[in-house]
């Protein structure tokens, strides 16, 4: 497993890795927590998409906030992604989803 930064659990990561792996079909294996989003080839087509996805899972809608950032999430690495979305969801994201 990829290391992840302090500010998120490896759970979190493992988690979002599997679901950026299953919305833009790049192998889980090539996905880490440095990987930018731009990276994976996300347009803001996806990045509505993973807005959908994350809501699903996690039982919260922070597509305003996801879509106020633009591209600039584009530009974030997974890794930044996690700990903004744990900061944006008040609590860790695997919390979140139990």
Sequence with gaps: MPATPPATSQGTAAQMIEILADLTEVEEQEIDTATTLADLNMDSLMRAELETVLAQEFGRSIAAEVTAKGPEVLAMTVGQF????????AVPVNEAAS
């Design 82 to 89: 996690i700990a903004w979305l744990e900061t944006r969801l």
